[in-house]
């Protein structure tokens, strides 16, 4: 019993060496609300009857003397937490010497309750020895209660307490006295285990509410360290993807002006291959920023009614050159005058990836572009729209990971013709965005079908954009209908030459500016009938700013908008300006339709 008693105490001694700072401050705290200066004065009218009832019945000044040192150590402890509460906060480095005071004090009076039944006499005789008995069991079940957040303070109080109660029982010899003492040694076990449990529970729960709000804190942390670094790599990537589309851009024009050129067959061969190239280089740099946008949350959904058969004849344009050159069979099922509600582009972008990876893993057969509504799928009020082809198929095991980024099945040697391995991981992204539910069906060597659910809408839908021609030929109305006069605004010489070279070779007479100053003073020395300006200009107004204030003092005057910003909000505001714009690397069909107007 005493081996299992020392064992308690020397668990709370090191309970409270390794406990976590913040977990001592509250436990000091709440002991502190415990002990306060009121509370301290609570024991005086248990003490005082007590002590004068056994001077009255023993005549023995020991009695007062003992009532004086606990109105002494009372009043000390009294003037010892007034201090303390009149010392403000604690700081972390005075806590360890604020528990031991406070030890200290309880020490004190626990030691004085122990100290009653000797100075009290109370050891003499059998009714006072059961009487002051009564008054110590009390005396520690209240007091345990009361300084029950620490285990240094239960055993400095009870402990003292219940040793001198037991010490006097056994001294007083009689058979009484042996019971009582037995009795308030079991009494002083079950006491210090019950208070002790108490004590661990209280830290053992502050140790939990610690740890997760220090978990919470940290992941808060690491969560806007995570933001941040998605803004600066969206930032990053928008500020080199302008940098990249600049040569780029030029590279495009350049390559349409030798296209145009009447070259030898192994040369015309060579451009051929040139543009093509830059063509792919181009859809990878649009690929990785679209994933990059997608991740940062910069793609906004902007959902409207949509008709299906619309939808179907864009993708259509889009796609059937390309199946036609694989000798693949495209064919689209539309339900009628369907409605669908959704983002006009990004559902565009969303079955045009889904079609585009079809057509590249069919080797023959063909792919069907369907839209059903009434299938058994438990998404009643939506239309599925269904890619289905008969290519190589997909093993089950695969069927989650071709969403990932640059997984690709079937193509170990990286092939470029394929792709990056991210149009499906676009897909998935675009699906959760818009949410459209996506399903993935498919057997190996016979084909795959991703299904795609889009609500229906009521109402009438406006009409989609046509789809420009992916050639680099200008039409030939679109030709006879371009400018004579253009201005071209461009800081970058090479852009300039380049944009000047093909619209020269297209019969247009070109006047070049690489600041806004000297595009003013072009203005007025020429009949200029069209400007093309890119966004980015030296000094404090951009491109879209000049073009808006010459449309409002020449109406007359065509503007186009050529950037390569790939920020949301700086898109969505030249949208909204309403002047025409294109995205860098322009190709030469692009410019020369907007041109024509």
Known sequence: MVSALLANIRQALAFQTHAPL????????????????????????????????????????????????????????????????AHGPMHDHELPAILRGRVRDIFLLGTLWGAAPWLLNAHQGTEPLILISVFIMGAISLGSAIVSTHRQTIAAFSIPAAVGMISACLWQGSAVGLVLGVCM????????????????????????????????????????????????????????????RQPLHAISLFTSVLERSRLDPDSTQTVTRLGQSVRMLNQSLDTMLDISRLDAGAVPARKEPLRVHELFLSLHHTFSGPAQERGLQLRFRAPGERLVLSDEQLLTR???????????YTQSGGVLVAARS?????????????????????????????????????????????????????VKRLSDLLEHPIALSSTPLRGTRFRVWVGEADGQAGPLAAPVDSGVAPSPTAEKALPR???????????????????????????????????????????????????????????????????????????????????????????????????????????LEALAG
Request: with cysteine; glycine share 6%.
């Open 485 to 591: 006069h253009v201005l071209v605004v461009d800081d970058e010489p090479v852009s300039r030459e380049a944009m000047g070279s093909l619209l020269s070779a297209c019969g247009c007479r070109v006047h070049a500016a690489g600041d806004l100053e000297r595009a003013h003073l072009l203005l007025a020395q020429h009949p200029i009938e069209a400007v093309v300006a890119d966004f980015r200009l030296p000094g404090t107004h951009n491109g879209l700013d000049f073009l808006l204030a010459l449309r409002l003092s020449s109406p007359q005057v065509r503007t186009l908008l050529v950037t390569g910003e790939t920020s949301a909000q700086r898109i969505t505001d030249i949208r909204a300006s309403g002047v025409p714009f294109l995205h860098k690397p322009v190709r030469a069909q692009q410019l």
């Open 350 to 360: 969303l079955l045009g990836n889904l079609i585009d990876n079809a057509i590249k």
């Open 185 to 244: 040694t079991l009494f002083l076990v079950m006491t210090l285990k019950w208070t002790f449990q108490q004590a661990d529970l209280l830290a053992q729960s502050l140790t939990v509410r610690y740890e997760k709000e220090d978990l919470a804190r940290r992941l808060a942390q690491q969560v806007e360290l995570v933001e941040n670094a998605n803004r600066e790599k969206s930032r990053f990537l928008a500020s080199a993807s302008h940098d990249l």
């Open 374 to 426: 009434g299938l058994p799928s438990g998404r009643a009020g939506s239309v599925c729209f269904e890619v289905i082809d008969t290519g190589i198929g997909i093993a089950t095991e695969h069927q989650q990971r071709v969403f990932d980024e640059f997984y690709q099945l079937a193509n170990p040697q990286r092939d470029r013709a394929f792709g990056l391995g991210i149009g499906l991981s676009i």
């Open 22 to 85: 913040a977990v001592q401050r509250t436990q000091l705290e709440l002991l502190l609300e415990k002990t306060g200066p009121l509370r301290i004065l609570s024991p005086i009218p248990f003490a005082t009857p007590l002590a004068i009832l056994f001077y009255l019945k023993g005549a023995s000044f020991l009695a007062l003397v003992w009532l004086g040192l606990f109105y002494i150590a009372i009043f000390s402890s009294y003037v010892q937490r007034r201090k303390l509460q």
